[in-house]
């Protein structure tokens, strides 16, 4: 079995099928791991991240495009234009499992339109269209017009205004729905002039052992359906967790500074799903159905916002006003800005305007105003670039004395759940090859009041450090294996509902093939490692595994997480030694040949 490649050439409007050869798929399995064994073998060392060159992978694992539920996760993979490392963005939906359903596991394009365009994906066809008549709309316009003239049968994915506009941290947005996250791959489809990418594919694929995979499906949709943890996801989405963050002290304000946030006691996780009428959208069949958006009165959805968005505008920037926090939110989903890296941009900007180091002034804590003003600002061309367009490790650079409070590790906008009350976390965006996100891992774990029993070792309360590397390995090695099979990672991490063993008997039912617990393993491991590889060959910033100097050097004074700081000296050593890569964190060649990965 080889997994089928539609390469798309946008300088010479042509396409070809390719397969990758079978002992890569033994390797790789698919998805993502197919994705990054094309990156690391395809990619030259002076092919810039914005260079037409540039491949931009779109993959679904062989899981997807079954009938099978949970099973349409969509890993986007590029050489990142943020990072100069690799970069993912994780999107849900049914675009993942629509393309495998047209044929094809792995959409390729590289080369750059010379104008607009969308790529119009019909069964094995493949066409190019004019996307002039879609330019300037916004990522839900953008999908109605295309389901509108194409049929509602085709799904889309698109890049917003933000994208068009040139801004670094633009982002794809699936189904004018789901973001795909973190930043990284949205300027790099927009730098190839791409708006849209509509697919319709065909029958189910085909499942080896149906009934097998069934049953095992079966068992994962009954314990879904016991656990309070999943019913708490499935009501409030990552904003479970919001509670736990904030009893850990990990939503901290003014970009960090501040540990006690008392206008955070108005916006819980309660008050926000009774903002308004509220309906799940989320995957086909999955018994999660953690995605929902609130309905106004006229039938317009406004996007619900997540965690991420909760303790970046209202934690690190400091709205306060839950209405203002919703319409930014929405705003970022339709402009096609990652919620992340535009929280993290504004709170750094307003502190450089704070401390002098910026004249602008046109930001403050908490103004909703002003925040809404910002970010309308960056889905709009400007005849000179603003400064806010281009991302916390960029603007570090602008700023003199900036860094050490800039939120960004190797270029990336870290997620604003500070790193200093949650030592998993802090060890997750220190080390993450995408750059500081711990969404790479999925490790939430230290806020899950009752943490699955197949997690390794024994669980220690969040600003401990005793077994804190073996669980973000865990975790890193299970969610490439999700990637790399299709199934989705919220299910499986964010909610726990999978267990390591369902996910190996299920790619084994899937394919027909025995699987073992240390396949999987190896498979994630081996993922992980040329990712790193990868992106300390490519990256354009420093690898060190270091936080900011705020985060790693400065001590709250305030808050539940006074006094702490990230015990980086102490876990970096053990996660490189069980990783068995050398002292600095660089995989050495016996391990790569121990793991057969061939560079």
Known sequence: MSSRVLRVHLDTNTARLEETPEAIEQAYLGGRGIAVWMLAHELASGVGPLSPANVLLFSAGPLSGTNLAATGNLVISTRSPLTGGIAHSWANGRWGAT?????FDILAIDGQSAEWCYLQI???????????????????ETVYSLQKHLGDEYNVLCIGPAGEAGVSYSNIVVEGVYPAEPAGTGIVMANKRIKAIAVRGGDPRPVAEPQNAQAIIDKINKRTEQSQLAAGIKQFGSNFYLPFAKEWGALTGRNGQDGRLSHLNTITRTTLAQRGKREPIGCAQCPLQCHSHYVRRDGESIAYPELEAVAGFSGRYGVSNIDSLILANDQCLRLGLDVV?????????????????????TLSWGDDDALLAAIQRLGQRQEKRDVLSLGVGEMQEIFFGSAAFAPQVKGLAMPPLDPRALHEVALAIATSPIGGDYRYAMAYEELVPDPPNWLPDEPTHPQAIKGKALRLIWHERFAAALDSAGVCRRLALLAYQITPTELTELISAVLGRPMTGQDIARLGERIVTVERVFSQKHGTTSVADILPARWNDTALTDGRATGHLPALDDMLPEYYRRHLWDEQGNPTEKRLADLGIHL
Request: net charge positive; hydrophobic share 40%; charged share 20%.
């Open 341 to 361: 890296a535009t929280s993290n941009a504004i709170a750094f900007m307003t502190e450089c305007q704070e401390q002098g180091l910026s004249r602008a002034g």
């Open 122 to 140: 019909d069964g094995s066809k493949m066409s190019i269209q004019s996307a002039k008549a879609l330019t300037g709309l916004n990522t839900i």
């Open 99 to 103: 393309l495998r359903r047209a044929g």
